[in-house]
Nanobody
């Protein structure tokens, strides 16, 4: 079965770092991305990576603080978050784009598969 499983969330203090992981099984993807959603807010784009050429894109919210990458041996995507702020508090979701069609990687509907989410809470 195709699955995306996130891990690495937790409770940290402002200024700390976290590394989120997304383990993919069942298939490979043309692109993978991270989205996040805080209570009462819409899900928003965080970052994405194109699997073959490793091109990346970041939302302004995490630019300069977040780094998206991959571990090909484990078929795992990660998100390294530095200098965390309370505004980063959200459930973080891993997403996979199964189709090669389209290049709008910032949009939620570009992705076919989603993980269950991992909670990140940043205290001040």
């Amino acid at each position: 079965q195709v699955q995306l499983i996130e891990s690495g969330g937790g409770l940290v203090q402002a200024g700390d770092s976290l590394r989120l992981s997304c383990a993919a099984s069942g298939r490979t993807y043309y692109a993978m991305g991270w989205f996040r959603q805080a209570p009462g807010r819409a899900r928003e784009f965080v970052a994405d990576i194109r699997w073959r050429d490793s091109n990346t894109e970041y939302a302004d919210s995490g630019k300069g603080r977040f780094t998206i990458g991959r571990d090909n041996a484990k078929n795992t995507m990660y998100l390294l978050m530095n200098s965390l702020e309370p505004e980063d508090t959200a459930v973080y979701y891993c997403a996979g784009k199964g189709s090669s069609l389209g290049t709008l990687y910032r949009r939620q509907n570009a992705y076919d598969y989603w993980g269950q989410g991992t909670q990140v809470t940043v205290s001040s």
